[in-house]
């Protein structure tokens, strides 16, 4: 087992562990109560714990060490395989991603084992500010247009023109302009056209994370 991998799973056990005495086994027994449970539990749970749902999955982690956070998906998973599971196969997207040497483009993910009935992956932290990206993809879709026609990027009929022109900027054609502003054009069409082999088709602002000014997909399960 790899350092991060270990790491991982040391952090795993830790959130699960405080979370067992407000009944999260029963969470790990029937993973499609996830959502409900962690409603219904919000103010009585540790203030360190951090989560979040969405469509079909879960994330959890620990604000004092945002260092890795738990996914899993909001189903009985007894009853799906690996091939079934859209963690499992965000998983095999990060693998795939390793083979084409396009895996620095995508926060890390890894498998840690079944809690119960509940497959649990490690991912790797980072903060995502869906509102920020969507700002950047907005300004850097101004900034193109302005070029494009040679406008004034200071000038407020410009601005104003464009904001009622400016179409939907957190899509994932938005984020693929947005990616190729700040990786280049080469590097943005692999990763854009390793998604499409992929079939992950769910890329948008809420599933990129800023990291040192680079942009890192963490969101690639696909729905």
């Not at 989560?51 to 956070?69: C, L, Q």
């Not at 490690?122 to 700002?135: L, N, P, Q, T």
């Not at 302005?146 to 984020?175: H, I, L, R, T, W």
Request: glycine share 4%; charged share 30%; aromatic share 16%.
């Amino acid at each position: 087992m790899n350092k991060k991998l270990l790491n991982a799973e040391i952090r795993v056990k830790d959130i699960i562990n405080q979370l067992r005495p407000y009944g999260f086994d029963r969470v790990l027994d029937d993973p499609k109560i996830a959502e409900n449970w962690f409603y219904s539990n919000e103010k009585e749970l540790p203030d360190n714990i951090g989560w979040a749902d969405g469509a079909t999955r879960m994330v959890i982690w620990d604000i004092d060490y945002e260092d890795f956070v738990i996914k899993f998906d909001k189903c009985d998973q007894c009853e799906l395989s690996y091939a079934d599971s859209y963690t499992g196969n965000e998983a095999r997207v990060y693998a795939e991603a390793i083979k084409c040497g396009l895996e620095h483009r995508f926060a890390w993910i890894d498998r840690i084992g079944f809690f119960g009935n509940t497959e649990i992956f490690a991912m790797e932290y980072y903060y995502c500010d869906e509102c920020a990206i969507s700002d950047a993809s907005y300004q850097n879709r101004y900034l193109n247009f302005c070029k494009e026609n040679d406008y004034d990027p200071d000038d407020e009929d410009v601005s104003e023109e464009f904001y009622y022109n400016s179409g939907d900027c957190s899509n994932q054609e938005a984020m693929f302009e947005l990616m190729e502003e700040v990786w280049g054009p080469e590097e943005e069409w692999e990763v854009e056209r390793f998604l499409r082999d992929m079939q992950v088709t769910d890329i948008h602002s809420g599933n990129i994370a800023y990291n040192n000014g680079e942009i890192v997909i963490v969101d690639y399960a696909s729905f």
